[in-house]
């Protein structure tokens, strides 16, 4: 009834819908740590997600990430490590190339590693705001239709809770 191929797309969506919960989640939260929780496991059901639609260099940033988010609760603030990651992404996506789609997932992977390692709060969040900018791109670019709408509602979510702690950093 399903060929391989409308299996990897279902499936494919399938990931890109689990990674909308958490990450929805996780942005609704005003604490940094359970966000960097729940954006770890979304993060490997976006690198399945993205493996499935065979997108390469974004599997591969992805699934960076999931390795980024656990050194960042560790070594947050500490130029080297996100050094060390942001070279470790550009050297991922210079081994998977195909396209220059890939561009926007390259740009989400290094502005959401500097953003989270070196930042905290509001700053951070902006940071990730505009990497989910660059990830609704990518996944518009690749065909993702689950993907395209978890950023999206990543990007809204995200630019909420911006607002939220902004009020009640000014004591409204």
Excluded at 60 to 74: C, G, K, S, T
Excluded at 96 to 123: K, N, Q, V
């Amino acid at each position: 009834m399903f060929d391989d191929l409308s299996l990897r797309w279902l499936a494919g969506q399938a990931f890109g819908l689990i990674a909308l919960a958490l990450c929805v989640a996780g942005f609704a939260s005003k604490r940094d740590d359970r966000l960097f929780f729940l954006l770890l496991f979304a993060n490997v059901a976006f690198a399945l997600q993205f493996v499935m639609f065979r997108s390469w260099t974004a599997a591969a940033i992805a699934a960076l990430i999931v390795l980024r988010i656990h050194l960042v609760r560790r070594y947050k603030g500490r130029a080297a490590v996100m050094l060390a990651m942001c070279a470790a992404t550009l050297v991922a996506a210079a081994l998977t190339w195909s396209a220059p789609r890939d561009a926007w997932a390259l740009a989400a992977g290094l502005i959401g590693t500097y953003g989270m390692f070196m930042l905290a709060g509001i700053p951070m969040r902006w940071l990730l705001a505009v990497a989910a900018f660059c990830w609704v791109v990518s996944n518009l670019l690749v065909g993702s239709l689950g993907g395209t709408l978890a950023e999206a509602l990543i990007l809204a979510t995200n630019l909420i809770t911006i607002a939220r702690l902004h009020k009640t950093s000014h004591g409204n």
